[in-house]
Nanobody, 125 residues
């Protein structure tokens, strides 16, 4: 059974940093692309970043480009999201997702097949 567990969220001041973790289990994920999405209250889930199976290709939303970095350690079945220069508008629940079968666009939630439960990130001003 595929399982994704996020951690690392919390409360941080504007300009601060957080590192999110996504631990995957249930299969070897080294052949699967993975992504991070976020959802703020009253808003739709939005794409944040994605990474190819080998980690050589990364993709970012314009709103986080230059501030966030996605990476992965396939030996540990873990994906990371380093978030720097955080802003109040980054406040959201952050979700990790894995793309196993979907052929939908990588930037859409429909492009992923399994999701974690989410971790809250709150940026205070």
């Amino acid at each position: 059974q595929v399982q994704l567990v996020e951690s690392g969220g919390g409360l941080v001041q504007v300009g601060g940093s957080l590192r999110l973790f996504c631990a995957a289990s249930g299969r070897t994920f080294s052949t699967d692309a993975m992504g991070w999405f976020r959802q703020a209250p009253g808003k739709e889930r939005e794409f944040v970043a994605a990474i190819s199976s080998g980690g050589r290709s990364t993709y970012y939303a314009d709103s986080v480009k230059g501030r966030f970095t996605i990476s992965r350690d396939n030996a540990k079945n873990t994906v990371y999201l380093q978030m720097n220069s955080l802003k109040p508008e980054d406040t959201a629940v952050y979700y990790c997702a894995v793309r196993l079968y979907s052929s939908s666009y990588l930037y859409y939630p429909s492009g992923y097949d399994y999701w974690g439960q989410g971790t809250q990130v709150t940026v205070s001003s």
